[in-house]
Structures are given as structure tokens and as C-alpha cells.
């Protein structure tokens, strides 16, 4: 089992920062992915960014340039660095994890992301 504890929404005006953090711990040998989703209510969970055991990155195209993923290997622990916030970035932000082999997701409890206007 993975466990994944996140932290660090709020609301924010647009245009600012946020810094997402999330602590992974339990089998995390295992682990090949992480990242984040997002959601708003009445839609579907969105891929944010993923960020793979080799350093290969994925961000959606809303995104790019403006976040960035980022780890600590000795923290068990992954960044979710946000800039030039819009509303349209505002979601509950979910941690995810995968485990390839088995092909298992683990999910943190989410954090809510408020960008005014």
C-alpha cells in the first residue's frame, strides 16, 4: 500500500502562487508514477501533470509554462509548483501514484484550489 498526504491549497487572486506538496509513504519502491489530477464539480477528474521514476514529465496543455512538477527524493515527496493562477485552474487537486505492475492507483484525500478573479 501507498499512503499520500497532501498540502498547501488556499485561495489565492489571479495571477498568483501556489505550492502544492505531497508526502508519499508505505511501498514506494514500487512506485513508476506521480502527479496530480484536478476536478471541478459535474466534471470528469483531469490529468494536471505526471512525473515519471525517470524524470519524464507530462503536463496538460493548459498548464505548461505556467506549473511545474518537481520531487525530493529523500523526502518522499513531490511539488506541485502553480504560477499565473486563473479561475479556471480552481479544482479540488488530487495526488496520484501508480504502481505499473498490478496496475494500481493510489490516491491523496485532495486539496482545494481557489483562484478569484
Known amino acids: 500500500q501507498v499512503q499520500l498526504v497532501e498540502s498547501g491549497g488556499g485561495l489565492v487572486q489571479a495571477g498568483g502562487s501556489l505550492r502544492l506538496s505531497c508526502a508519499a509513504s508505505?511501498?514506494?519502491?514500487?512506485?513508476?508514477?506521480m502527479g496530480w489530477y484536478r476536478q471541478v464539480p459535474g466534471k470528469q477528474r483531469e490529468l494536471v501533470v505526471g512525473?515519471?521514476?525517470?524524470?519524464?514529465?507530462n503536463y496538460a496543455e493548459s498548464v505548461k509554462g505556467r506549473f511545474t512538477i518537481s520531487r525530493d527524493n529523500a523526502l518522499n515527496t513531490i511539488y506541485l509548483q502553480m504560477n499565473s493562477l486563473k479561475p479556471e485552474d480552481t479544482a479540488v487537486y488530487y495526488c496520484?501514484?501508480?504502481?505499473?505492475?498490478?496496475?494500481?492507483?493510489?490516491w491523496g484525500q485532495g486539496t482545494q484550489v481557489t483562484v478569484s478573479s
Open positions: 496520484y501514484a501508480v504502481r505499473i505492475l498490478g496496475g494500481s492507483y493510489y
Open positions: 508505505g511501498s514506494i519502491f514500487s512506485i513508476n508514477v
Open positions: 512525473i515519471a521514476r525517470g524524470g519524464t514529465t
